[in-house]
Structure formats: C-alpha cells, structure tokens
C-alpha cells in the first residue's frame, strides 16, 4: 500500500508520498514514489504514484525517455502548460496499460494506477492533478484543494478539519505530517520514510524533496505532542449525562 | 454504508450503529440496525449489522423464529453461553447464505453480512464477537477490546488512541461519539440517528438503546469542542523549521 497527499495552496504546493511497497507480508521494501521533473526558471513538475510497483516504474521510465507520437515527440518539458503536461502524463499510462494490462489480466491482477501530479510551468499559476488509471484526470481548485492516493482514509479527517486553499505551507506541512501519522499508526503497509516535496509559487527552481524519516525530531515532536493533546483534550471534554451509565 | 462499533470493557460493554442505508444516492433511507434479544435476570444479547440489508433483516428474523436444526430448535434464548449463542448467530447467517447467496450471485451481488453481537448470559463474564459472512467469528479481548464494520477506517484513528479495556463506559461512549463524528464528516452513507446500547456488567438488564439523532444537545456540543480543540491544538503546535519553506 501507499499513501500519497497532493496539497494546492495560493502560496505553492505540497506534494508528500510515503516509501512503502508490500506484496505479501513476506515482502516489504522502501521505494521512492517520487519523481521530479525540471527545467530552472521555467518549470517544475512533481509525480507521486500508488497501486502497482512495475506499473508505476514503467509509467516513469516513459515519461523520462519521452514519448512518440505521430505528431513527434510528447514531453514533459516541451508541454506548454500544466493541463498539457497532465495529458502527457495520461497518455503515459495509456502506452503502459496497452502494453501490460492484458499480461496483468492473465495473471487476475488489475492495472492499478494513481498519480498526483503538480507544478508550475512560467505563465500560469501552480495546478495540481489527480491522474486515473485510465489516463483522465481531475484538476484541484481552491473550493477542493487537495488529493490524496492510496491508504486515505484514516488520515482524510485531519485534512478536512485543516486544510483550505488560504493555508500556509507551513500549516500544510504540519497537517500533512499529522495526516501521515494517522495513516501509519493505523495501517501496517504505510510507512516513513516520507518525501515531501513544498514549492513557492513563482519560484519555478525546484527543492530538494525533504526526506522525513522515523527519526526525524520534528515528526517526532509533533507525534508527541498531537497525540498527548488529543487525549488531554478528550479527558477534558465532558463525559454524557445519560442515566443509563452512571454508576 | 454503515458504521458500527462494539467495545468490551472491564465495566460492560458498548455496542452502537447508525442508521443510514443506501442502495445509490437517490435511494437512502433509515433503518434501524441493531436488535436485542433479552429474558431479564438471565441474557442481555445485542447485536448489529452492516451489509446487505436484505441479508441482514433476513438473519434477524431468522434468529427471532428459532433456527430448526437436527437436534431441536436451535436458539438464542437457550444457548447456555455467549460462545454458543454466537454460534447460533453463525448458523442463522450461514442458513440465510443457504437460501439466498446464488441468486444473489445470479444478479452480480455478493453474500454480505458483517456482524458485531455481544452481551452477557449468567454465569459468564460479557463477551463480544465479530460475526463474518462465512459465519464464523472471533471474539475481543482485553488486548484488542473493540471491533468494527462497515465504514471502519475514518473513526478507528480516535479508537486507537484512547480506548483500552480499562476504559469507563462513559469514556466509550465520549469516544464512539467522535468516531462516530469523524466517520459521518468524511461519508456521507453514514448518518444519525446513532442507536447505542451500554450494558452494565452483571446487570442482566437491558437497557433501552439510546438514539443519537443531528440535535442532541451532548453529540452537537462535543462535536463542537472536539472539532475547535483539534483547530487550536494544531495552530498552537510548532511549525517546521524547514529552510525550504521560510519566507
């Protein structure tokens, strides 16, 4: 499993992926799931992906190799615009699954893919997308500011309560790293290292992703701290008055 | 959907629903989904269901006729102990798969019944069993007091990290009140009013199932706390000290 947030916000965007690959219990490893596309002063391109390993890594290998059409060469850093690059990104899965899906098939495993993709390209502002296995996809807005891939239930809460398009990346960043504590208490198959990725608007130079691993003071700190406040908070909270349970 | 929660505690136990079922959005309705069975003085027996409602209701019924079997009528009036009157439950759903699961699979449907059943019979301690499809089960412990089904992953955060089998039974239902909030906030297939039975060890009465509905003033007060606790816990905390993110 995996879990994946892709956060879009008037000042950037966050893109954070977990390091966890399982086939089995027999058979877990670290895999890094994201990948950055960029050219200085005039794109940055950031993809995580969930479901099927090979599948992820072929659709990745693609999109660095380019991809030929019969109008010549499709790449992502010769796509005009974010929306064109999303497309690039969707007939990269579509050349995979035409490839693999059928083998896959033989073998009763589905084409499973999921893709976050974000960035800014010189011209428009940073947009983010949520890439089906199908190759369509969907475009975050600031009524609907982020996505999430993967293992997202248990750390969907955290985010609904938080997150809005006005949020700093700072606050996005701590959110992130709370939605991402949820998730790993409560699911085996998530876990660190996470790699965050936080982009300024405007900036259009990439950073280096941050590598957010179990030994990490912050994370550490606020794990702490967020779980000792839930439960002080708790106890605070009044108990019912219903006459069914008092002693 | 559906949610529903049972926990075991050192104090008696905590079984709650809700109410919503839905075949597609334009077909959703209320439905009560807990049943008890109870002869005061000797058995208190709760339980609830998620799945299939067809299926479910069909159980219940079953298990309110009497199951018919080799050896007599088979009952959960007369299982001398909650092992037995859970087995009694495993055959009522095992019966119902009998009649019903082919023509079922016939119109691309599966055979669904989740089961949470607990309660206490004189002579034992309460126990507390999650019921599967097959009609087998397992039963909770003071390791691992609670179960869920349905619609488990946004409320099992909060379960986690305050409930323990020392738990008190005002503690539970405080808690199942929260999981319930977080669960009905992120899916809109889950809604009150919630049905809650608390059961007092060796009380061997029951107790009139308490109903939750949107205006309770205690479910509609600790929302509000827990949702502003959780606001001011999380801007209190320290940001990253990220150099990536720095203004």
Redesign the interface.
């Known amino acids: 499993m995996t879990y994946c947030v892709g956060i879009l916000l008037e000042e950037g965007l966050l893109i954070a992926s977990d390091s966890r690959t399982s086939a089995g219990v027999d058979q877990v490893a670290t895999f890094r799931k994201m990948t950055v596309f960029d050219k200085p002063g005039e794109r940055v391109l950031v993809m995580v992906t969930a479901g099927n390993l090979a599948v992820s890594q072929a659709i990745v290998q693609h999109l660095r190799n380019g991809l030929s059409t019969e109008t010549g060469q499709d790449s992502l850093f010769s796509a005009p615009n974010m929306f064109d690059a999303a497309r690039v990104v969707g007939r990269a899965v579509r050349a995979i699954h035409d490839e693999d899906a059928e083998y896959l098939r033989r073998h009763h495993s589905d084409f499973n893919a999921s893709i976050l993709f974000g960035g800014q390209i010189a011209g428009e502002r940073p947009r983010l997308f949520s890439i089906y296995s199908a190759g369509n996809f969907i475009e975050a807005s600031e009524e609907t500011p982020y996505f999430q891939i993967g293992e997202i ?2 750390g ?3 985010l ?3 997150i809005t398009y006005r949020s700093s ?3 996005a ?3 992130t ?2 939605s991402f504590d ?1 998730t790993i ?2 699911n085996i198959s998530v876990a660190p290292p996470i790699d965050l990725m ?1 982009y ?1 608007k405007d900036s259009l130079e990439p ?2 992703p ?1 590598t957010v691993d179990d030994g990490d003071a ?1 994370f550490s ?2 794990r702490k ?3 000792e ?3 002080r ?2 106890a605070e ?6 006459p ?2 008092r002693d």
């Open positions: 239930k248990y969907k809460p955290i609904d309560r938080v990346l700072m606050e960043a701590k959110c790293m709370l949820s208490r409560s936080m300024r950073t280096k941050r912050y700190s606020i701290y967020w779980g406040s839930l439960r908070v708790f909270m009044p108990n019912p008055d219903w069914e349970i």
